[in-house]
């Protein structure tokens, strides 16, 4: 690899979306994430609930986004 190769290399990345939808979350649902491999973006269209990552708590309302990195677990609830 060339210099010019280790520049463009270090300087952009390309994203691809790998999957897209759409749930109306029931009250008692609980959404139990396994490890991926990929990164996890979710965004709160209406209504309230939280998010668990590393054993911390976030409290989401509607406006929300939150995010999953590769390799961890995440639960979620209304």
């Known amino acids: ?5 280790n520049l ?3 300087n952009f ?3 691809s979306l790998f999957e897209c939808g ?3 979350c029931k009250p008692d649902k ?3 994430m396994d490890i991926k491999p ?6 709160v269209l209406y209504g309230s609930g939280v ?3 590393n054993a911390k708590k976030y409290f989401l309302k509607k406006g929300d986004l ?3 990195p590769p390799g961890y677990t995440a639960q979620y609830y209304p």
């Open 8 to 10: 463009l290399v270090a």
């Open 38 to 43: 990929n990164h996890i973006f979710h965004f």
């Open 66 to 68: 939150f995010y999953v």
């Open 1 to 5: 690899m060339n210099a010019i190769d």
């Open 13 to 15: 990345t390309e994203l």
């Open 30 to 32: 609980r959404i139990l």
């Open 51 to 53: 998010f668990i990552l």
């Open 22 to 24: 759409r749930e109306k």
